[in-house]
C-alpha cells in the first residue's frame, strides 16, 4: 500500500446516505429530503455548478457538493474527518461549503427571505392573532453565532456572554420563515444599534404601513411600528 494515500470510507455517499429514512437524513442534513431535492432543483442549472473546480482529479456531481456542504454546516467535525467521510480530499470540502454558501446567498435569499407584501400583511398578521396579538407581521431579536478570535480586532467581537461571536438579527413570521436578515456586526455591538442600521430601517416608512407593527424585546426601541414590554418592576397587573 502506498503510504502516502490517505484511506477513506468507500460508498458512504454512494450507499450508505441513500439508505437514510426521513428522519436520519433530516437529523444529519437539518433538511428533508424534500427540501434538499428543492435546493438541488434550485441550484443545479446555475453557472457555478456548470464548474466543476472542486480540487483533486475526479469531478464531484452536483447532488455531492450539496450534500458534503450541508453535513459541514451541520456538524462540528473537521474537513479532513468530513473528506474521509466522502471519499475527498479536505480542501474540496473547503471548496464545496464555500461555493453552497455563495449560492445561497447570492441567488436564493432575496428569493426566500423577502417583507410581506401589501397583499401578504394582512394574511401575516393573522397567523399571530392566534396568540392574542392583532396586526403582528413579524417578531425582531438577535443571536451571537459563535467564532474564533479574529487575528484583527478581537475585543470587537467578546460578547456579554463572553465568547467571541457575530450577531444575527432576523425578523420572521408566525411560521418561523425569515422576512428579513441582517448579519454583519460584531458580538459586541447592541441589539438596538444592529437594528437601528438595518438595510430597511426605519420598518414604518413602508413596510409597516398602515397600521401593522413588529414585536421585539426589552433591547429594541419602543415606536409606534415596534411593540416592546414594558419593565415589570413588580406593579404590572
Avoid at 455548478?49 to 472542486?54: G, L, V
Wanted: hydrophobic share 35%.
Amino acid at each position: 500500500m502506498n503510504s502516502d494515500v490517505v484511506p477513506k470510507c468507500q460508498n458512504f455517499y454512494e450507499v450508505v446516505i441513500p439508505s437514510f429514512n426521513l428522519s436520519t437524513f433530516k437529523s444529519h442534513f437539518r433538511i428533508t429530503p424534500t427540501a434538499f431535492e428543492f435546493l438541488y432543483n434550485s441550484v443545479a442549472h446555475l453557472p457555478e455548478f456548470m464548474k466543476r473546480e472542486y480540487g483533486g482529479k475526479d469531478q464531484i456531481n452536483t447532488e455531492k457538493v450539496l450534500l458534503i456542504a450541508l453535513w459541514t454546516l451541520a456538524t462540528p467535525s473537521s474537513y479532513r474527518s468530513i473528506g474521509n467521510q466522502f471519499n475527498v480530499c479536505k480542501y474540496s470540502v473547503f471548496i464545496c461549503l464555500h461555493k453552497v454558501v455563495k449560492v445561497i446567498v447570492n441567488h436564493l435569499c432575496r428569493r426566500f427571505i423577502t417583507w410581506p407584501s401589501p397583499n401578504e400583511r394582512n394574511l401575516v398578521a393573522n397567523g399571530f392573532s392566534r396568540y392574542g396579538m392583532e396586526k403582528v407581521i413579524g417578531v425582531v431579536d438577535g443571536c451571537h453565532i459563535p467564532i474564533k478570535k479574529p487575528v484583527t480586532h478581537g475585543t470587537d467581537y467578546f460578547n456579554r456572554k463572553h465568547f467571541y461571536s457575530v450577531v444575527l438579527q432576523v425578523i420572521c413570521k408566525s411560521n418561523l420563515l425569515f422576512s428579513d436578515v441582517d448579519v454583519r456586526w460584531p458580538g459586541s455591538v447592541h441589539d438596538a444599534r444592529v437594528f437601528r442600521t438595518s438595510e430597511n430601517y426605519p420598518f414604518d416608512s413602508a413596510l409597516c404601513e398602515p397600521d401593522y407593527y413588529i414585536l421585539g424585546d426589552a433591547a429594541y426601541p419602543c415606536k409606534n411600528w415596534v411593540m416592546t414590554p414594558y419593565t415589570n418592576n413588580g406593579h404590572l397587573t
